[in-house]
Every structure is written in C-alpha cells, then in structure tokens.
C-alpha cells in the first residue's frame, strides 16, 4: 500500500441546525485517483470544501504530510499545495484568461511589475494541453466572459494544474465538458498522477468514475459508509452503499392510482434547447410526476421550458392543442403554473405587501377597470387562512415571513387560479419540516381534485414518498421512467448515475 | 410604508410624503418670518396659492419620472425637460391664439411626447442602452431636432382660454392650474393603486424575473411607461407654457432636476419597486418652497444649485438604506 499525503478523519460540518457532515473520512495517496461518490446531499462538495479551507469544520481531523492541519481560507491551503477546481466557476470575468489563470501568482518582471509577456506565453503553453477541443476565440488574451461554459471550465482547470498542486481535487469538473475535452482532462489526470500527485475526483457519472478511478469513498447522509477498489467493483456495489438499507420503502402519501386508461394531457416530443438534448414524456390527467436525478441534468429548464420562458425546439401538446409559448403569460392563460426553485430571486417581490405578491398573476380577474380591491382582498385572506399562513396581516410586507410561510404565498399565488398543470422546481428547498407535510398533503389534494402535477425535487426520499412515477433525467435527457415496483431508491440512484450495466434492478419501463 | 419597521414594529415611523409635507409645513411658516415675507392671513394665503402652483408644475414633469422609476432597472427619464420645452414650442408656436385649436394642438403633443418615450423605451429593451444614457441622448436628439426645425427663429401666441384656465384664478383665490393637478393627482393615485398597470408597474420594479415568470409582460411594461412618461412631460409642457405666455427650446431643462428631486424626496424608491405619487406632490412643494426662500434671500443662482445638489445627496443617504431588502 502506498503511503497517504492527505487523510481526513471524522470531518463534521453543521449549516446551523441542519448536518451536512456528520464522519467525513477519507485517505489520499500519491499517485491514485480516489472517487468521492454520494447522491445529492450526502456531503461530498462540503468534505472537499473543508479540505480546502473554504469552509471550517466543526470536529475531525485533517492530516497531511503526517501533519495535522487546518486551513481557515484557500488561499492557505493554496500555498500548502491543495487546489479544487469547482463546478461553480470562480474564474472572474472581466479579466483576461492569462490573468485569471495566473491571479495572485503572477509572473514578475525584474522591477516587480507584472511580466505579462511570459504570463501570455506560459497560458498559450498551457492551453495546448486541451488543445483541438476549443474554439480559437479561447486564447490567453481573451476576456472570460466572452467563453462559453465548457471552455471556461477549461480555463479553471488550467488554472488549478498551474500551481503545481500536491493535492488536487476536481469537484463535478466534467459536468459542463464534451467528451473530447473529458479525455483530455483524463489524459492531464494520468500525468498528474504519474508524477504521483494526490488526485480526488467527485463525479455524478458512474462511466467516468469506472474509467479514471483507483479507488472510491462513498458518502451518505454525510458518513463514509464504505470504500472500493474500483478494479475490483461494479456500478452495482457502490449503488447499494450510496442507497444503503432503506431500499423498497413504500410510498405512504401518493395516491396510487392508475392510469392506464386515460388520455395523455402533456405529450412532450423531443425538447431540445442548450439544456435539453431531446427530451420525450408523456402525463396523463391528474397524474402526480416526479423528476429525479441528479442536480443540473436540465430539470429545471424542463419546467421553464413547459412554462414558456425558455426557447426550445420540439413540440409541446397539452390539453389536445399543440402550443408554442413564447412567455410565460401564455402558458399562464392554457392553466399552467410554475413554482420556482428560489423563492427570493423568482418567486417573491420581497418589498411588496404579501396581498400584492398572491395577487401578481391575478389582477386581471379584478379589473373593472379599477381593480376591485374588497373581493380582491378577501380572495387572498382566504387562501391565507387555507394555507395556514402565520401572518401580521396580509399588508405587510412578504420579506416579514418565515421561510416556510414565504413559500406558502409563492404557492397561493397560483392557487388562486386553479391551475391544471402545476409545475415544481425543488419547492421544499429550505422549508422547514412541518411546513413540508403541510406542502406534500396539499399536492395529494390537488391531485384528488384533478390537477396535473410534474414536481422536480433533488430530494429522492420526497419523489419516493409522493410520486407513483419518476422521470429521471441526466445530461438533459429522460434517462429513466421508473413507476410502480421499478420505483425504488435504488433504480432510481442508480439511473441518476448514468449507470448501464445493471442486471437486477432495470427492467424497460412500460411507460409510453 | 418605511421597511425598517419590519425588525421593530413598535417603533414610530413617519412615511417620507408626510415627513416632506410636515418639512413643507415649517419652511413655509420660516419664510413669513422673512423681511418681505406675509404678515395677514390673505397675503399668507395668496402667497401659498403662488407656491402651489409654482409647484405644481414640477410635480406634474415629476408624474412621469415617479412611473419611470418606480419601474426600476435604473429608470429615470433625463429627457423630459426637452420634452418639456418642445410640448410648449408645439402648442405657441401651432395654437397661435386661437382657441379652437387647442385640442387638436394638444393630441399632437401628447403624441410627440409619447413617440419620443417609445424611442426611449424602445432603445432600452430592446438595445439594452441603460435609461440614464439613453434618455440623456435622446434629450439632446430632440433639443436638436427644436433648434433645426424652428432655425432658433419662433413666433406664436397661447390661446386666451389657456390663460384664462391656468394662469388666472378659476375660483376667487385659487389658480386653475390647482384644479388640474388635483385631478392628476387623482388620477395617478387611481393609476399607481388601483390600476393592473400599476400593481405590475412596482413588480417590474422590485424583480423582474419573478415578474415574468408571474406573467407580467415585463419589456412591453417598460415601454409603455417611458412612452407614458414622455406623454405627461410634453403635456406639462402645454401647460406651463399656458402659465409663462412665452416659450423657448430651454424653457423646461430648469424643471428636470427639481423634477427628479421630488419624486426622490416624496419617498419613491430610486432603484424602483416602491413610491407613490402623493410623495412627488409633497417633493414638489417643499422644491418650490426652497426655491422661493432661497430667491428672496437673494441667494445666487450657483449657490442655489450647489443647494438643490446637495439635497438630493442628502435625501439618497436617508432614504437609501433599504436597499438589501431586494433580490
């Protein structure tokens, strides 16, 4: 066995009252990839994160070079030799490629000026290593906000092997790259390790794991609960330790109801946009839909393209009519509503009065032309009272709410119009407990009653618990369309994955 | 109405109109005490009359400018006092004394107002040029398109019934233009309160992609109120030019800063979402009453500026605290 550069042991991280890491452990070695595997939420990204001192822990120990360590920012951990590259771009956009690679390790003149020639050459030198896989607007001179999304990735990447790391860990760097530019990333990989660098690699796809990896700590609910040897496993394996024990829990909330005789109301034939690479499904009435997958598969831009605010290619037929919305105002008037993942920036206008927020998509109903504020006003007292809403009054201003009670009027507000198609993007986000009972007994509701409901959640235990079919959806594509006994957590941490190879759990989905 | 009070709603807060009409109330008390100032109750009252209607006109140029910023996105409209200047080079140039022609005159102005805000809005949305630039430009387009029209040369007369509604008292003591702003301001309140274009009006303003997404249609909003605000500024143009008797391609940038003034000291939000019409009244009046005291101390021009600057500075620092708040 190798010897260990870096080890965590027993990390723990809490975000107030809620444990993201509860025995984070893990060891690195020089010259081996190791896998950080874990469905959302079971604290990969946190465990990396403290490693690099972006955020501190709350207990554990991290060990490296044989010496315990803490770091209180990245730029500490940056000099000891750790480095990340993230999902979440940290690259900034006003500045040059070259001056972003080299920010803060700029190369210097005699006089101490920055030298900008030898930065621009050494970037150029750099970029070879991807090369052929950009477009030639990507140069070191070049402004980053002027590059697309893979390519800016690129530019982190580069950015990151330019310090010369002892220890580097790529978070979900693969998400936003094609697959030419994957190999190149693997290649630059088997020469880091060649040099017997210390590599972790947090990835949500099984085929890249399988193909890069040494080995593979799996996460969940914040624990190491196992490790592999990736020449000695199989997808299916490291499945049943992401899921664990809690497989076939059955569903106490959906309805269970069955379908198969109605007619479909939402056929979707092939959605395309720069989300979406061909997405097909069909719902029939009063169906309760989940999605599932992992975060960032295209999930949301499904709902805001069957909502009418993106631009898509593909046909959309609900309700018998082809449509083509082209602003949400549209979709509003065929009785669809959309309630948005983040209720501050989408969903809320915080300086407004809660009356005004559940009446925004409504005023029209008022007009007469002056609106007709008493019936307007008890229409929202009513819907207040029905929500159990925990109000001052209902002119107080929305930002005066509680979490949960805030989200309370971004679901009255549609309501109030008696949708027939409700779409949801990860609505519990944030909500606290008794509030997402609450929630979930109000879909059952609307479901009884009749309303269509296709309700994207990143959290599996929810999809399991309310839906009787999932759509699993990876890389902007329906992966999987799992529905009665193929509705596990298993099959459906499985297919998140992009795992192919399974025997036991994947029987074609009937589903038309 | 003040968001600080969502922490501690015990504590006494007033709403910056009333603040500004209680400031009003005090300034106008000060300059009776001046060596020229009123000292019966009829020249306090006639003096009061002359304040109001001065003022009335900078709160009517303030009506489009509350709508344009309350929408947010940055919006402000630098091109009303052109707009301004050209509704009253319209009507005295065109109406020529004759009485019979004011109405026509009139819809030529709200029009010629109306292009000019669809212009602006027009290059805002869909050029993506920020309200500042683009109304700035636009002011200078037009200023330019007055002195090459009229080659700076203009001849007219405003129509006796003009004069007679605006300038002279309707009701012994009271100006008619007194009447008219009343029913704008009603008129605003209606639109800003009751209306659906004004509830979607502060949506746009506080956040434009939860707007959208609830179905608001978020660019023609826009639009339409630059192209209203351009509609009032040439409209308070055929009126002030009622009051003056006289125009000229500058007649109304002396009103564009106090215009701004008011609407920020009647409490509307400079970054949008949040104001109210009866803000930029009281704005407005406390504006008129600085400029009349400042007057008969004799003060310079300069000095008065630098005054009015100062204000607006000051007025940003109180009110401009909760900014947070917003997405």
């Known amino acids: 066995m190798k010897s260990i550069v870096l080890c965590t042991e027993n990390i723990e991280k809490r975000f107030g009252g809620v444990i993201a890491l509860k025995d984070g452990s893990i060891e690195i070695r020089p010259g081996e990839v190791l896998a950080l595997v874990g469905s959302n939420g079971s604290g990969k990204s946190t465990l990396t994160k403290v490693i690099t001192g972006v955020l501190s822990s709350d207990g554990g120990t991290i060990t490296y070079h044989d010496k315990p360590v803490s770091y209180s920012n990245p730029m500490a951990a940056q000099r000891a030799g750790i480095m990340a590259v993230y999902q979440e771009l940290s690259l900034i956009p006003s500045l040059t490629v070259a001056q972003n690679i080299w920010l803060a390790n700029e190369p210097k003149t005699r006089f101490g000026s920055i030298d900008s020639k030898t930065m621009n ?239 925004l998509p409504n005023w029209a109903k008022y007009c007469r032309p002056l609106l007709k504020m008493k019936s307007a006003h008890s229409d929202a007292e009513e819907m207040g009272k029905q929500l159990n809403l925990i109000m001052e009054s209902l002119d107080a201003p929305v930002s005066s709410l509680s979490g949960g009670n805030a989200q309370k009027v971004v679901i009255g507000k549609w309501l109030l119009r008696e949708p027939k198609l409700l779409l949801l993007d990860d609505p519990t986000k944030g909500v606290d407990v008794g509030t997402k009972s609450e929630f979930y007994k109000l879909l059952v509701k609307l479901q009884e009653n009749g309303t269509t409901i296709l309700f994207y959640s990143s959290d599996e235990q929810e999809l399991l618990d309310l839906c009787e079919r999932v759509l699993v959806m990876q890389d902007g594509k329906v992966k999987a369309d799992l529905s009665g006994d193929n509705l596990t957590e298993a099959n459906l941490v499985f297919h998140s994955m992009g795992a192919t190879n399974n025997n036991n759990h994947h029987e074609e989905s009937t589903h038309a | 109405m003040n968001d600080t009070n969502i922490q501690n709603k015990k504590r006494f807060t007033i709403s910056p109109p009333v603040t500004a009409l209680i400031i009003a109330l005090v300034l106008f008390l000060l300059s009776g005490l001046l060596p020229n100032g009123f000292n019966d109750w009829a020249s306090a009252l006639r003096q009061a009359m002359n304040i109001l209607r001065l003022a009335s006109f900078i709160a009517i140029i303030g009506a489009g400018q509350t709508l344009v910023i309350i929408s947010g996105g940055e919006g402000i409209d630098l091109s009303a006092g052109s707009l301004v200047s050209v509704g009253a080079l319209i009507t005295y140039i065109l109406i020529n004394g004759n009485n019979n022609l004011i109405l026509p005159v009139l819809l030529l102005v709200l029009l010629t107002g109306a292009f000019v805000g669809l212009l602006n809005g027009l290059g805002i949305m869909h050029l993506k040029i920020s309200p500042f630039v683009m109304t700035l430009g636009m002011s200078g387009v037009v200023q330019g398109t007055v002195i090459l029209l009229t080659k700076g040369y203009y001849d007219g007369k405003v129509a006796p019934i003009m004069t007679q509604i605006i300038a002279r008292d309707l009701v012994p003591g009271i100006p008619g233009m007194i009447f008219v702003w009343i029913i704008i301001g009603i008129l605003m309140t209606l639109l800003l309160e009751r209306t659906r274009y004004g509830k979607e009006l502060f949506a746009i303003g506080v956040n434009r992609v939860t707007a959208r997404l609830s179905g608001v249609r978020v660019t023609r909003m826009v639009v339409l109120t630059y192209v209203i605000a351009g509609a009032l500024a040439a409209f308070a143009g055929f009126l002030l030019v009622g009051y003056t008797q006289n125009a000229g391609p500058n007649l109304g940038n002396q009103y564009l800063f106090p215009s701004i003034i008011a609407v920020a000291i009647g409490g509307t939000q400079m970054s949008g979402g949040k104001g109210s019409y009866f803000g930029t009244i009281a704005g407005a009046i406390v504006i008129q009453l600085i400029t009349s005291l400042l007057t008969t101390m004799q003060l310079p021009q300069a000095l008065q500026q630098i005054i009015f600057g100062s204000l607006l500075l000051g007025i940003l620092v109180v009110y401009g605290r909760d900014k947070s708040l917003r997405a």
């Open chain 1, 121 to 359: 050459a050494e970037t150029a030198k750099l970029l070879t290593l991807f090369e052929g896989t950009f477009q030639p607007s990507l140069h070191p001179e070049a402004y980053v906000r002027d590059l697309p999304l893979d390519e800016r990735q690129i530019v982190e990447i580069l950015k990151a092997y330019s310090r010369k790391p002892e220890v580097l860990i790529l978070d979900e760097a693969t998400a936003s790259l094609d697959s030419k530019q994957v190999n190149c990333l693997f290649d630059l990989i088997q020469l880091l390790k060649s040099e017997d660098k210390g590599l972790v690699f947090v990835s949500h796809r099984m085929d890249e794991i399988f193909r890069i990896a040494d080995r593979a700590v799996i996460l969940r609910n914040g624990k190491t609960v196992g490790e592999v040897l990736i020449a000695d496993s199989n997808e299916d394996e490291i499945v049943h330790l992401m899921v664990g024990s809690n497989v076939g829990l059955t569903r106490e909330l959906g309805g269970r109801m069955t379908f198969s005789a109605q007619e479909s109301v939402l056929i979707v034939e092939d959605l395309e946009n720069e989300q979406l690479n061909g997405v097909s499904f069909n719902i029939k009435q009063g169906e309760l839909v989940g999605i599932g997958g992992l975060r960032g598969q295209g999930q949301s831009s499904l709902l805001h393209t069957l909502f009418g605010n993106s631009h898509y290619t593909g046909k959309i037929t609900l309700f018998d009519e082809t449509l083509s919305f082209d602003h949400p105002k549209e979709a509003i008037e065929h009785g669809v509503a959309l309630i948005p993942g983040d209720r501050a920036t989408e969903g809320l206008l915080l300086l407004r009065s809660i009356f005004e927020n559940f009446h």
